[in-house]
Protein backbone atom coordinates (compact mmCIF):
# COMPACT_ATOMS: atom_id res chain seq x y z
CA UNK A 1 0.00 0.00 0.00
CA UNK A 2 0.81 3.80 0.32
CA UNK A 3 1.90 5.30 3.42
CA UNK A 4 3.73 7.80 4.01
CA UNK A 5 4.48 8.76 8.06
CA UNK A 6 5.54 12.35 9.29
CA UNK A 7 5.31 13.86 12.94
CA UNK A 8 1.59 15.42 13.84
CA UNK A 9 3.22 18.33 15.32
CA UNK A 10 6.23 20.44 16.35
CA UNK A 11 7.53 23.24 17.87
CA UNK A 12 10.92 25.41 18.05
CA UNK A 13 12.04 28.92 18.77
CA UNK A 14 12.81 31.59 16.50
CA UNK A 15 16.10 31.79 15.16
CA UNK A 16 16.69 27.99 15.66
CA UNK A 17 16.96 25.34 13.11
CA UNK A 18 14.01 22.62 12.66
CA UNK A 19 14.40 19.14 10.99
CA UNK A 20 11.25 17.39 9.81
CA UNK A 21 10.80 13.91 8.77
CA UNK A 22 9.08 11.87 6.40
CA UNK A 23 8.86 7.71 6.00
CA UNK A 24 7.38 7.05 2.81
CA UNK A 25 6.33 3.39 1.22
CA UNK A 26 5.16 3.82 -2.38
CA UNK A 27 4.84 1.45 -4.94
CA UNK A 28 6.38 3.64 -7.15
CA UNK A 29 9.61 6.52 -6.86
CA UNK A 30 9.54 9.46 -8.69
CA UNK A 31 10.48 12.12 -6.91
CA UNK A 32 9.72 13.75 -3.08
CA UNK A 33 7.77 17.10 -2.84
CA UNK A 34 7.78 19.32 0.02
CA UNK A 35 4.74 21.33 0.61
CA UNK A 36 4.45 24.70 3.00
CA UNK A 37 0.64 25.46 3.63
CA UNK A 38 -0.05 28.18 6.21
CA UNK A 39 -3.63 28.18 7.81
CA UNK A 40 -6.82 28.66 5.08
CA UNK A 41 -4.26 29.04 2.27
CA UNK A 42 -3.41 27.30 -0.94
CA UNK A 43 -0.50 24.74 -0.18
CA UNK A 44 2.92 26.17 -1.83
CA UNK A 45 5.85 24.00 -4.02
CA UNK A 46 8.75 24.53 -1.60
CA UNK A 47 11.65 21.52 -3.26
CA UNK A 48 11.67 19.06 -5.03
CA UNK A 49 14.07 15.73 -4.75
CA UNK A 50 14.66 12.84 -6.80
CA UNK A 51 18.17 11.75 -6.52
CA UNK A 52 19.27 10.93 -2.68
CA UNK A 53 20.89 13.85 -1.08
CA UNK A 54 20.39 17.44 0.00
CA UNK A 55 19.08 20.47 -1.71
CA UNK A 56 19.51 23.28 -0.77
CA UNK A 57 17.15 26.52 -1.18
CA UNK A 58 17.68 29.20 1.03
CA UNK A 59 17.23 29.05 4.38
CA UNK A 60 15.36 25.38 3.50
CA UNK A 61 17.20 22.22 2.63
CA UNK A 62 15.69 18.64 1.88
CA UNK A 63 17.15 15.37 2.04
CA UNK A 64 16.46 12.37 0.39
CA UNK A 65 17.50 8.48 0.99
CA UNK A 66 15.66 6.36 -1.32
CA UNK A 67 17.11 2.89 -0.01
CA UNK A 68 15.47 4.13 3.56
CA UNK A 69 12.45 5.50 2.06
CA UNK A 70 13.43 9.01 4.06
CA UNK A 71 12.90 12.06 4.04
CA UNK A 72 13.63 15.65 5.93
CA UNK A 73 12.81 18.99 5.47
CA UNK A 74 15.38 21.74 7.59
CA UNK A 75 14.86 25.26 8.29
CA UNK A 76 17.15 26.97 9.62
CA UNK A 77 17.18 30.62 11.11
CA UNK A 78 13.13 30.14 12.33
CA UNK A 79 11.04 32.89 11.49
CA UNK A 80 7.28 33.47 13.03
CA UNK A 81 6.12 33.33 9.10
CA UNK A 82 7.25 29.91 9.21
CA UNK A 83 4.76 28.39 11.25
CA UNK A 84 2.33 26.50 8.48
CA UNK A 85 1.90 23.13 8.15
CA UNK A 86 4.26 21.40 5.82
CA UNK A 87 2.96 18.29 3.85
CA UNK A 88 5.45 15.21 2.44
CA UNK A 89 4.44 14.33 -0.92
CA UNK A 90 5.67 11.55 -3.26
CA UNK A 91 4.57 10.80 -7.00
CA UNK A 92 4.48 7.29 -6.89
CA UNK A 93 4.73 6.67 -10.91
CA UNK A 94 6.99 7.92 -13.80
CA UNK A 95 3.75 8.76 -15.46
CA UNK A 96 4.08 12.47 -14.20
CA UNK A 97 0.10 13.01 -14.54
CA UNK A 98 -0.26 10.61 -11.82
CA UNK A 99 -1.23 11.47 -8.46
CA UNK A 100 0.55 12.15 -5.55
CA UNK A 101 0.56 10.46 -2.34
CA UNK A 102 0.26 13.06 0.61
CA UNK A 103 1.39 12.36 3.92
CA UNK A 104 -0.74 14.22 6.71
CA UNK A 105 1.29 17.25 7.25
CA UNK A 106 3.31 18.56 10.44
CA UNK A 107 2.24 21.44 11.95
CA UNK A 108 5.09 23.59 13.13
CA UNK A 109 4.41 26.25 15.57
CA UNK A 110 7.66 29.14 15.83
CA UNK A 111 7.47 30.68 19.39
CA UNK A 112 8.92 33.77 19.82
CA UNK B 1 -5.24 33.92 -14.86
CA UNK B 2 -2.40 33.99 -13.02
CA UNK B 3 -3.17 31.34 -10.14
CA UNK B 4 -5.72 28.56 -9.72
CA UNK B 5 -8.76 30.23 -8.84
CA UNK B 6 -11.65 28.22 -6.81
CA UNK B 7 -15.00 29.03 -5.73
CA UNK B 8 -16.67 29.86 -3.66
CA UNK B 9 -14.33 30.09 -1.39
CA UNK B 10 -16.62 28.78 1.72
CA UNK B 11 -20.18 27.16 0.55
CA UNK B 12 -22.20 26.31 3.65
CA UNK B 13 -25.12 23.81 2.51
CA UNK B 14 -28.05 21.68 4.43
CA UNK B 15 -27.74 17.76 4.58
CA UNK B 16 -28.90 16.17 1.25
CA UNK B 17 -28.29 19.06 -0.76
CA UNK B 18 -26.38 19.33 -4.05
CA UNK B 19 -23.20 21.28 -4.21
CA UNK B 20 -21.26 22.52 -6.97
CA UNK B 21 -17.47 23.50 -7.12
CA UNK B 22 -15.28 25.25 -9.43
CA UNK B 23 -12.01 25.37 -10.43
CA UNK B 24 -9.96 27.88 -12.95
CA UNK B 25 -6.80 26.53 -13.69
CA UNK B 26 -3.96 28.13 -14.76
CA UNK B 27 -3.84 28.93 -18.56
CA UNK B 28 -2.20 26.12 -20.58
CA UNK B 29 -1.86 23.80 -17.68
CA UNK B 30 -2.65 20.40 -19.14
CA UNK B 31 -3.04 18.58 -16.35
CA UNK B 32 -6.06 19.74 -13.28
CA UNK B 33 -6.54 17.61 -10.09
CA UNK B 34 -9.10 17.59 -7.01
CA UNK B 35 -8.27 16.52 -3.90
CA UNK B 36 -10.12 16.45 -0.09
CA UNK B 37 -8.49 17.76 2.81
CA UNK B 38 -10.22 17.16 6.33
CA UNK B 39 -9.65 18.47 9.52
CA UNK B 40 -6.32 17.43 10.69
CA UNK B 41 -5.58 14.57 7.86
CA UNK B 42 -3.53 14.56 4.96
CA UNK B 43 -4.57 15.39 1.15
CA UNK B 44 -6.72 13.15 0.01
CA UNK B 45 -6.79 12.14 -3.90
CA UNK B 46 -10.47 12.48 -5.62
CA UNK B 47 -9.89 13.15 -9.29
CA UNK B 48 -7.63 13.74 -12.24
CA UNK B 49 -7.74 15.14 -15.70
CA UNK B 50 -5.15 15.11 -18.37
CA UNK B 51 -5.95 17.08 -21.80
CA UNK B 52 -8.89 14.90 -23.52
CA UNK B 53 -7.69 11.34 -21.60
CA UNK B 54 -10.55 9.83 -20.04
CA UNK B 55 -10.07 11.15 -16.37
CA UNK B 56 -8.97 8.91 -13.13
CA UNK B 57 -11.95 8.51 -11.18
CA UNK B 58 -10.30 6.18 -8.69
CA UNK B 59 -10.48 8.65 -5.84
CA UNK B 60 -13.90 9.48 -5.83
CA UNK B 61 -15.79 8.13 -2.40
CA UNK B 62 -18.64 7.02 -3.63
CA UNK B 63 -20.84 7.77 -6.83
CA UNK B 64 -22.59 11.04 -4.87
CA UNK B 65 -19.02 12.53 -6.41
CA UNK B 66 -18.51 13.44 -9.96
CA UNK B 67 -16.51 15.88 -11.70
CA UNK B 68 -16.18 17.14 -15.45
CA UNK B 69 -13.74 19.53 -16.96
CA UNK B 70 -15.29 21.54 -20.01
CA UNK B 71 -12.74 22.75 -23.04
CA UNK B 72 -9.60 21.55 -21.26
CA UNK B 73 -9.94 24.56 -18.78
CA UNK B 74 -12.24 25.04 -15.81
CA UNK B 75 -13.37 22.59 -13.85
CA UNK B 76 -16.61 21.12 -11.56
CA UNK B 77 -17.24 18.87 -8.66
CA UNK B 78 -20.64 18.42 -8.03
CA UNK B 79 -21.40 16.39 -4.47
CA UNK B 80 -25.23 15.18 -4.60
CA UNK B 81 -27.20 14.60 -1.58
CA UNK B 82 -23.91 16.11 0.34
CA UNK B 83 -23.80 14.41 4.18
CA UNK B 84 -21.64 15.68 6.89
CA UNK B 85 -18.66 13.80 6.38
CA UNK B 86 -18.45 15.45 3.14
CA UNK B 87 -17.23 18.42 5.14
CA UNK B 88 -13.74 19.54 4.29
CA UNK B 89 -11.62 22.22 2.55
CA UNK B 90 -11.81 20.73 -1.46
CA UNK B 91 -8.78 21.94 -2.91
CA UNK B 92 -7.90 21.72 -6.59
CA UNK B 93 -4.55 21.98 -8.57
CA UNK B 94 -3.00 22.27 -12.19
CA UNK B 95 0.29 21.55 -13.19
CA UNK B 96 1.79 21.77 -16.38
CA UNK B 97 2.84 18.24 -17.22
CA UNK B 98 5.17 19.03 -20.03
CA UNK B 99 7.19 21.29 -17.61
CA UNK B 100 9.20 17.84 -16.88
CA UNK B 101 9.31 15.75 -13.55
CA UNK B 102 10.35 18.64 -11.35
CA UNK B 103 6.96 20.03 -11.83
CA UNK B 104 4.93 20.19 -8.69
CA UNK B 105 1.68 21.50 -8.46
CA UNK B 106 -0.26 24.54 -8.11
CA UNK B 107 -2.69 24.70 -5.77
CA UNK B 108 -5.97 26.92 -5.28
CA UNK B 109 -6.75 28.24 -2.01
CA UNK B 110 -9.89 26.04 -2.08
CA UNK B 111 -13.45 25.66 -1.09
CA UNK B 112 -14.45 25.31 2.50
CA UNK B 113 -17.26 23.30 2.60
CA UNK B 114 -19.38 22.63 5.72
CA UNK B 115 -22.57 20.38 5.75
CA UNK B 116 -25.00 21.03 8.24
Known amino acids: GQNIDQPTEMTATEGAIVQINCTYQ??????LFWYQQHAGEAPTFLSY????GLEEKGRFSSFLSRSKGYSYLLLKELQMKDSASYLCAVRDSDNYGQNFVFGPGTRLSVLP | GAGVSQSPSNKVTEKGKDVELRCDPISGHTALYWYRQSLGQGLEFLIYFQGNSAPDKSGLPSDRFSAERTGGSVSTLTIQRTQQEDSAVYLC??????????????FGSGTRLTVV
Open chain 1, 49 to 52: NVLD
Open chain 2, 93 to 106: ASSLVEGGPSSGYT
Open chain 1, 26 to 31: TSGFNG
